[in-house]
């Protein structure tokens, strides 16, 4: 089963994400608001799918993705 992680610091976008993605067979499994938050699931998880906000409140979301690469 894929895996997913959200990482959105906006509510709003996290409950209409989660409610788009519940008709999908791919299920939502981690969610964070913040790059930071993100980084233990990350590494304990490995999610298949990463949806990530390009706006965090603690760091630049490409910036965090570089770092993940």
């Known amino acids: 089963m894929a895996v997913l992680?959200?990482?959105d610091d906006h509510p709003l976008?996290?409950?209409a994400l989660e409610a788009a993605l519940s008709q999908s067979p791919i299920p939502v499994k981690l969610l964070s608001a913040s790059s930071e938050?993100?980084?233990r699931p990350l590494l304990e998880e490995q999610p298949d799918i990463i949806?990530?906000?390009i706006g965090l409140?603690?760091?630049d979301g490409l910036e965090f993705l570089r770092r993940l690469k």
């Open 5 to 7: 992680l959200l990482i």
């Open 13 to 15: 976008v996290e409950v």
């Open 37 to 39: 938050k993100a980084a």
């Open 51 to 53: 949806v990530l906000d």
């Open 57 to 59: 409140p603690d760091s």
